[in-house]
């Protein structure tokens, strides 16, 4: 299977719906760090049943839903969805016709999740068992991360054996083993608790028969006691009646008192109202004084505010006219040294235009001068130009041929190394081809020889390849023969432990038997019951069955003394009945019948076999018992005369001595017990005979095991030996593949190298040639070379001096021009500074004028200013009147409230001590009306209770 869909939903950091394809072939993801290359791997392991929350990076698994962001709101869903592809091979189960199929899982915030596939509800199990033995999963290899590899190399045995089971497909059936091996566990565990629960009724059964005893006791006690529970109560309920009377009289004496002292206290609350209404009066009359004080204090603060503040602007407007003043000053003497300074860069400014003229005239001559020497400079120079130009030529060809005297001595020389280097190179690859010729015929021989080993190899591998496949076929019939005797063994064995403790436990037993077996069973006085000592063959077990009935279960005591015991035993504890038989009987004895009608018939005692010492038990109930082919033959018998015993038939049909018969089918459990007990023998024999076989089967598994490993053991050396004389071989092979190569090779490289050194004689001839005409070449141009340098060094000389007068005339010129540039620049600044000049007194002018305009509106302001401190200074002196009165008409207000207020207080004490002793008498009123109610309802309930009860 391939993936080729992912779509991602809420899922860590992808909140919004994400779809991945994957095409054929590699696909990578690539991004910077922090962008989720990461979370696509987790929610493809997710998707697989990941559980563990440290494999998805998180503390809990609510961490893989997305949890909002800055730019985000956090969701409350999760969801991925896993398209596979079948790609060519088909998907495990019920899924292996279709092409994809689609795994998704969704959970959601303080929810579990939810698988699907195909969009199909499943369970967590149903996905883990789609990829078991695919070698995909959540914990599987198929997802390697970071450091992963070192991981599965250092693991130990049982982790790496998990890594290659899934590999191999193993694990679904390993994981289904598991379960199964825990349901049976988990049923043998139920299985054990039911016993445990049953034998813990079982004993219970007796403790609840005794409660049930006391139970009925106890009822008996009880109406009795019920009884006298009624005479009581009726004597209760007329005391209780009695002394409700007398509560109901105090009641009404408490409810008179109370009557009296609530019109006393209505009256006092009246006046207290009253004084109350005149002290909100008063109040109502200090809290407008009070208001009217608050609004004078005001007013004389903000006064005194004002004329603070108006001093404080008076002396402000002084400061700021006298630092005017200051000011107006010091700019009329500024304004004079501007005007000064003016007129002097005027003056400056004339004088350096006068002299800009001059050096203009000078430049102008100058630069005609400097013109015809640069005239008579370029025809000299181009004059010296083209002699270096021929000069160069020269010299070229004269490095070339220096160069190529240069190469041809070198390529001389090589001539002679590389002619000594191919003689040998020849010499060595002769050398080298007689060697390969020796080795070529040894390998030849080696090669042959070991290739008819190899076929002998061959056959016997094939001969014990044949014996361990006959091995493991005889093997794997002989496990099949184990496997069926095992189960085999395993049934009967279960089938005789089911026995075992079903004989252990006496259950086909009456109850009687049963305990006396289980409590009194001393082996000295109680040697079991009948049928533990009797041997019966098969096909007489209905008969004696039939015969005997109860009589199996009687008990063989010792003597007659210990079963009277027995019966004692039961009759003290009630634990039912029990049958007796001692070892000595006396009478009875079995009987020689000779008449000619019973010759049909044989003794049944004949067909049993009965230890000696419990003989005369036997002839005691089997000995007037004769058994016959058929019940027809036993009726003729019987109608004869001269025999009073019991006929049987073999299918345990009777005819009592008295001609009473029983038959027809079936049996009720106690003729299971001879069946049981010859089972219970055959059980154990064949338990042993299986035993036996299953050893020896084992023995001869254990042989052939060893016969298998020891063929296989050496099948694999002839394998290994063949495989190393394979490998042998084949370098062998390669070896004179590589060798003929090689020979092959040098034959070849030894004639081209021949062909080489005819080249090498050839080319030297030619060069040596060369070199004698390119060495009369450099004679000639040396000559030419030695003329041309003279010719160039007459031209140098004039040149340089026609060099040195340009540049002093030059040089004249550009100090003049700095000089020019400088006037011009100074000029110009001077100029700039006039005008700023200019600027500066025109706004030193309007400042003066603003100045002036400022000093008269602080003497305006002055003036106002002193008037208005005058007019408040008046006002304030007035409020300070009407403060004072003021004052003194609260204080006498306030002294006639705190009168009123003492003579309040004293009223609501009255009115409190009154309520006090009007509280008194209606508590100790309802204390006597609840008494009486109490008593009542505990009369009625005494007496509800006896009638109930009776």
């Given amino acids: 299977m391939k993936l080729k869909r992912l779509e991602i939903s809420g899922f860590k950091s992808f909140r919004d719906k994400t779809v991945i394809d994957f095409s054929q072939g590699v696909n990578a993801i690539v991004g910077p760090n922090g962008c989720g290359k990461s979370n696509v791997v987790d929610a493809i392991r997710w998707v697989m049943g990941e559980q563990r929350v440290k494999a998805l990076r998180g503390k809990k698994m609510d961490d893989v839903i997305f949890n909002g962001s800055e730019d985000a709101a956090p969701v409350s869903m999760a969801e991925v969805v896993m398209t596979l592809s079948s790609g060519g091979s088909s998907f495990p189960g019920v899924y292996g016709e279709l092409t994809e199929v689609s795994i998704s899982r969704r959970a959601i915030l303080d929810d579990e999740s939810e698988y699907c596939i195909n969009r199909v509800p499943c369970r967590l199990l149903d996905i883990k068992e789609f990829f078991m033995g695919t070698g995909v999963g959540a914990r599987t290899y198929s997802l390697v991360e970071q450091g992963s590899v070192a991981t599965m190399v250092e693991a130990k045995p049982e982790d790496r054996r998990l890594f290659i089971e899934d590999a191999a497909g193993v694990s679904k059936y390993k994981s289904r083993k598991d379960a199964a091996v825990r349901k049976m566990e988990a049923t043998r565990q139920n299985i054990l608790r039911l016993n445990d629960i049953h034998k813990e009724v079982k004993s219970q059964l007796n403790a609840i028969a005794r409660q049930a005893k006391k139970a009925e006791q106890y009822k008996e006690i009880k109406l009795r006691i019920k009884d006298t529970e009624l005479i009581l109560a009726k004597q209760d309920f007329a005391k209780l009646a009695d002394k409700s009377d007398a509560l109901q009289e105090s009641r009404a004496h408490f409810t008179g008192q109370s009557e009296s002292i609530r019109a006393q206290l209505e009256a006092k609350e009246s006046a207290l109202e009253e004084m109350k209404a005149k002290l909100m009066e008063n109040d109502e009359q200090i809290s407008r004084r009070q208001t009217e004080l608050y609004e004078i204090k005001n007013s004389i603060t903000i006064k005194e505010k004002n004329i603070e503040f108006s001093r404080r602007r008076i002396t402000e407007a002084t400061e700021r006219k006298q630092k005017n003043q200051s000011e107006i000053d010091l700019m009329e003497h500024k304004k004079s040294s501007l005007a000064f300074e003016m007129d002097n860069l005027q003056k400056k400014a004339e004088e350096a235009m006068n002299r800009m003229t001059q050096l203009q005239n000078e430049l102008d001559t100058g630069q005609k001068e400097v013109e015809g020497l640069l005239e008579n400079d370029r025809e000299i120079n181009s004059r010296l130009e083209e002699h270096k130009i021929r000069y160069i030529d020269v010299m070229q060809d004269l490095a070339k041929f220096n160069n190529i005297i240069t190469t041809l001595n070198k390529n001389l020389e090589d001539f002679k190394k590389r002619e000594e280097r191919e003689n040998r190179e020849i010499e060595q690859d002769k050398n080298r081809f007689d060697e390969l010729t020796v080795k070529l015929q040894s390998l030849s021989t080696v090669l042959a020889a070991e290739e008819e080993e190899i076929r002998k190899l061959t056959g016997q591998k094939e001969v014990i390849a044949d014996e361990l496949q006959k091995a493991r076929s005889d093997l794997q019939v002989l496990e099949e023969r184990i496997m069926q005797t095992k189960e085999e063994a395993g049934g009967k064995s279960s089938r005789l432990q089911s026995l075992g403790e079903f004989q252990a436990a006496f259950k086909w037993s009456s109850d009687g038997v049963k305990k006396v077996i289980e409590t009194q069973g001393d082996q000295d006085r109680f040697y079991g019951v009948v049928a533990d000592h009797i041997n019966v063959p098969r096909e007489y077990e209905s008969a004696v069955e039939a015969v005997l009935g109860d009589k199996l279960q009687y008990v063989v005591v010792k003597s007659q003394e210990e079963g009277l015991r027995a019966i004692d035993y039961l009759k003290n504890y009630q634990l039912g009945r029990g049958s007796f038989v001692p070892v000595e009987l006396r009478g009875n004895h079995a009987e020689t019948y000779s008449a000619e009608h019973l010759e049909e018939a044989e003794p049944l005692r004949n067909k049993v076999v009965v230890q000696e010492e419990f003989q005369q038990i036997a002839d005691c109930l089997l000995g007037d018992v004769l058994l016959t082919p058929s019940i027809t033959t036993g009726i003729n018998l019987w109608k004869k005369n001269g025999f009073r015993g019991t006929l049987v038939t073999p299918e345990g049909d009777t005819i009592s001595p008295n001609g009473v018969l029983t038959g027809g089918s079936g049996a009720a459990v106690e003729k299971s017990l001879l069946a049981t007990k010859r089972e219970i023998a055959e059980l154990e024999t064949d338990v042993r005979r299986l035993s036996k076989e299953l050893d020896d089967q084992i023995q001869e598994k254990k042989k052939l095991v060893s016969s298998i490993a020891s063929w296989d053991e050496e099948l694999t050396e002839l394998k290994n030996r063949t495989h190393r004389l394979d490998i042998d071989i084949n370098g062998r092979k390669k070896d004179l593949e590589r060798f003929e190569d090689e020979s092959e090779r040098l034959k070849q490289r030894i004639a081209v190298l021949e062909y080489n050194r005819q080249n090498i004689k050839t080319e030297e001839a030619q060069a040596a040639q060369k070199l004698l005409e390119i060495k009369e070449n450099v004679l000639l141009k040396e000559t ?81 200013l002193a008037s208005a401190v005058e007019a408040e200074q008046e006002m304030l002196q007035s409020l300070y009147g009407k403060l004072a009165s003021c004052e003194a008409v609260l204080t006498e207000m306030k002294e006639k409230r705190a009168a009123e207020d003492e003579r309040v207080k004293a009223q609501e004490n009255e009115i409190r001590d009154i309520k006090r002793n009007l509280d008194d008498l209606q508590r100790r009123s309802e204390s006597a009306g609840a008494q009486r109610i109490c008593r009542t309802r505990s009369a009625k309930s005494v007496f509800d209770d006896a009638a109930c009860r009776s």
């Fill in 784 to 864: 030419a070379e030695k003329e041309l340098n003279e010719i160039i060094s007459v031209f140098n000389n004039r040149r340089q001096q026609s060099r040195s007068a340009i540049d002093a005339q030059e040089r004249s010129l550009t100090e003049k021009k700095v000089l020019l540039a400088s006037l011009v620049e100074k000029k110009e600044a001077d100029l700039r500074t006039v005008v700023r000049l200019q600027h500066d007194i025109g706004l030193n002018d309007s400042e003066v004028s603003r100045k002036k305009e400022e000093i008269t509106a602080c003497e305006t302001q002055m003036t106002d």
